[in-house]
């Protein structure tokens, strides 16, 4: 569940992605019934939007949104959720394509630096700020520059 919506997914698909639920789906229950085998025990998922999880769910099951815009603010969804819930190929992935994207002027360099600070990704991070250097201040919104603190 991701705010008040009911996702119903076989666990097949969550467990043979992630560590974490495929140890989750392991775990005794105490009262018998395994959270998510049924409606009125779901698994909760805080602080994960459904564009967040209708992104990550993209990627694990590309069919079912194959025209979904794969651009930066996509990855960065991909990357937070796979983070989260240890979603090595998915991680992975993102990571390589926020990379690619960094060079990019069309995407948001503070964004990126944004993800490189968050990941420790060094690379992303130079790449972002030479981008940005080249931006004029006028140029730069004021959500971008909350992003990179200024």
């Given at each position: 569940q991701v705010e008040n919506t009911l996702y119903k997914l076989h666990q097949d698909f969550l467990t043979h992605s992630s560590e974490f639920f495929n140890n989750m789906f392991q775990l005794p229950q105490p009262d018998g019934i395994v959270n998510g085998s049924i409606d009125g025990y779901p698994i909760p998922l805080p602080d994960i939007t459904i564009h967040e999880f209708n992104n990550f769910l993209s990627w694990l099951l590309p069919t079912i949104s194959?025209?979904?815009?794969?651009?930066?603010?996509?990855?960065?969804d991909v990357l937070r959720i796979s983070d989260i819930y240890v979603v090595d190929r998915a991680k992975q992935e993102a990571k390589r394509e926020i990379r690619n994207r960094a060079h990019y002027l069309g995407e948001s360099p503070a964004l990126v630096m944004s993800l490189a600070l968050r990941y420790e990704c060094r690379e992303w991070f130079?790449?972002?700020?030479?981008?940005f250097l080249r931006r004029s201040m006028l140029d730069i919104s004021r959500d971008e520059a909350e992003e990179v603190g200024m």
């Open positions: 194959p025209s979904v815009e794969r651009n930066v603010k996509y990855w960065a130079e790449i972002a700020f030479r981008v």
